[in-house]
């Protein structure tokens, strides 16, 4: 008898214990996928909830240099350098969040904000720029990858001249 033609005969009951098994591989396969996927998730929500809290820091720092700035005067002298310390300290957390694919979302000049980038908080009446452009940045918003991670907060531009009936 040749080897080509030769079948193999299982006993019913070790098909049945091997079919069982590989039932029970490719279950816990699935669990095991299930689970990955899970754990990437939680990560993924903890290291955005880091970044969350890191930009927050940085607006504190942000909003503290431009108090500290707009009162350079009164402060003594020995105090003056302080917003160049406390910019230099939130350069440095810009740089370890960029290392981490953390960037700022840059919104382009005289076109419409793109509204799965921005929130907008207001608009004010300008005719020197397009509708719905940028007017200022009240917040940065921040990718992390491709992902949004915090909207940009801005005021944007609404025309006061009629549209055009045509």
């Known amino acids: 008898?040749?080897?080509?033609?030769?079948?193999?005969?299982?006993?019913?009951?070790?098909?049945?214990?091997l079919f069982q098994s590989m039932s029970s591989l490719l279950k816990e396969k699935a669990e095991l996928k299930q689970n990955i996927r899970n754990n990437s998730n939680d990560t993924e929500a903890e290291?955005?909830?880091?970044?969350?809290?890191?930009?927050?820091?940085?607006?504190?720092l942000d909003n503290l240099t431009t108090s500290l700035e707009n009162s350079l005067e009164?402060?003594?002298?020995?105090h003056q350098r302080l917003p160049r310390a406390?910019?230099?300290?939130?350069?440095?957390?810009?740089?370890?969040?960029?290392?981490?694919?953390?960037?700022?979302?840059?919104?382009?000049?005289?076109?419409?904000?793109?509204?799965?980038?921005?929130?907008?908080?207001?608009?004010?009446?300008?005719?020197?720029?397009?509708?719905?452009?940028?007017?200022?940045?009240?917040?940065?918003?921040?990718m992390n990858g491709d992902k949004v991670l915090r909207s940009a907060e801005v005021i944007v531009a609404k025309s006061t001249s009629p549209k055009d009936a045509d």
């Open 86 to 142: 406390i910019g230099s300290i939130q350069r440095k957390l810009l740089m370890t969040l960029q290392k981490q694919d953390v960037y700022p979302i840059v919104i382009p000049e005289k076109e419409a904000v793109d509204v799965n980038l921005c929130r907008i908080l207001e608009s004010e009446n300008r005719d020197d720029l397009p509708e719905r452009s940028l007017v200022k940045i009240l917040k940065t918003g921040y």
């Open 1 to 17: 008898m040749s080897n080509q033609n030769m079948n193999l005969v299982i006993k019913t009951e070790l098909r049945d214990r």
């Open 74 to 78: 009164a402060l003594p002298e020995s």
């Open 47 to 60: 290291k955005d909830a880091l970044f969350l809290e890191l930009l927050e820091v940085i607006d504190t």
